[in-house]
């Protein structure tokens, strides 16, 4: 029984190891040729059907999902960056990312409410949802989003509506970040707080 483990285990190490391989491969390939790359997991919900509302530059891949409302919203996303898988990048107002941002898994950035701070127009806004889509007539408080050149967004983190992520700033995994994180500062935390400036070289 241990033998047979042994070998399945050396098949399965090659199988893994094989894929890993090609995956390099097919990743360098894409990236001489400057391409945006859409992966499999990716999702582009454009509700507006208004070309130019997402913008993506060369070099960047996208793993997560881009999301317009459909009366507004606009996403632009710089060269060189990565958009991890089931990360949630949702605009009702403006969300700009600069060049080569590195995003990880499972971050979440919104520019507006998404849905009325009142409980009775949030229930009607929700009803309306379902029935007939998202509508222009509810307040939904949206604010521009910044994320600027070479910012590292760590896994879980949270980016709310009006926040300016300054250039080379490092955010933490699962933080909540609700006000501006300077340049070259590393925040961590619910809410963010600066841990650590770091230097510019």
Not at 30 to 36: F, I, L, N, P, R
Not at 77 to 88: M, Q, S, W
Not at 103 to 111: L, R
Not at 188 to 196: E, F, L, Q, T
Request: aromatic share 10%.
């Amino acid at each position: 029984m241990d033998m047979f483990f042994r070998m399945f285990k050396c098949i399965y190490d090659t199988y893994v190891h094989f894929w890993a391989l090609y995956w390099n491969w097919a990743c360098h390939l894409q990236c001489e040729a400057d391409a945006v790359v859409f992966c499999s997991e990716a999702r582009v919900d454009n509700l507006s059907g208004v070309r130019g509302r997402i913008e993506v530059g060369k070099g960047t891949y996208v793993r997560g999902q881009l999301l317009i409302f459909p009366y507004q919203g606009k996403i632009s996303i710089g060269e060189d960056c990565y958009i991890g898988e089931g990360t949630r990048i949702w605009s009702e107002k403006n969300i700009t990312i600069g060049n080569r941002v590195l995003m990880a898994h499972n971050v979440d950035i919104h520019d507006s409410n998404d849905h009325p701070i009142d409980a009775d127009e949030r229930h009607r806004h929700y009803r309306d949802i379902l029935t007939v889509g998202f509508l222009p007539k509810y307040q939904l408080n949206g604010s521009d989003v910044v994320i600027e050149d070479d910012a590292w967004i760590g896994f879980g983190s949270c980016i709310l509506k009006g926040v300016t992520i300054g250039k080379c700033a490092i955010v933490a995994a699962h933080t909540v970040v609700t006000k501006d994180v300077p340049a070259y500062a590393v925040v961590a935390g619910n809410p963010a707080r600066v841990i650590k400036i770091l230097t510019h070289n």
